[in-house]
């Protein structure tokens, strides 16, 4: 069972993931939800239902924020498919 780096307390997740709503800065607006699961991410953006998420494997995203290098190619390449 994973343990908190700050407590060290153990941090049981639900089987089903975790759930994070994501809202603006302001936090009057949301963005949409993150589900941290045991295999990986998924994205909902705005009120799409967790199924039809955009599933991440927990290596990939590893990989794309292995270093500031890549985190910024990712970013970028992600910004530039959205146009």
Known sequence: MPKSPRTGAK??????????????????????????TMTGLIWCNGKKKKENGVKVKWEDFIAVCASDETLKAAVKAAKAAAV
Do not use: F
Request: proline content about 4%.
């Open 11 to 36: 941090i049981a997740a639900p089987l089903q993931g975790i759930e994070l709503e994501v809202r603006s800065k302001d936090g009057t607006a949301q963005l949409g939800d993150c589900y941290a």
